[in-house]
C-alpha cells in the first residue's frame, strides 16, 4: 500500500512552526493519518482532529487544503470534545 506524500504550505513552515514551536510536523501528520472527526471547511479545505499526548492531553486541529495531504495550519483545539 503506497504512503501518502504530505505537503506543507509556506505559510504553515514560515507562520505556524515559528509561532508555535512545540508543534512538529510528524504530529501533524499523525492526525491527518488518524483523525478523530474530519469536517469539510469554506474554501476546499478539511478540518482534522485527533488527541496527542505530547499537547498535555489535549486535540491537535489540523487544516489540509483540498487535497487532504497539504498541510495549511495547525493549532491545540480547547473547545474540540469528541
Not at 509556506?10 to 507562520?15: K, S, V
Request: proline residues 10%.
Amino acid at each position: 500500500m503506497p504512503v501518502p506524500d504530505y505537503k506543507f504550505t509556506p505559510y504553515f513552515e514560515n507562520e505556524v512552526l515559528r509561532k508555535r514551536p512545540y508543534l512538529t510536523k510528524a504530529m501533524c501528520v499523525a492526525v491527518v493519518a488518524a483523525p478523530v472527526r474530519v469536517e469539510s471547511q469554506e474554501g476546499n479545505r478539511f478540518r482534522f482532529w485527533a488527541f496527542v499526548p505530547a499537547l498535555g492531553g489535549r486535540f491537535l486541529r489540523v487544516i489540509t487544503l483540498a487535497d487532504k495531504l497539504t498541510i495549511h495550519n495547525a493549532f491545540p483545539d480547547r473547545r474540540f470534545h469528541p
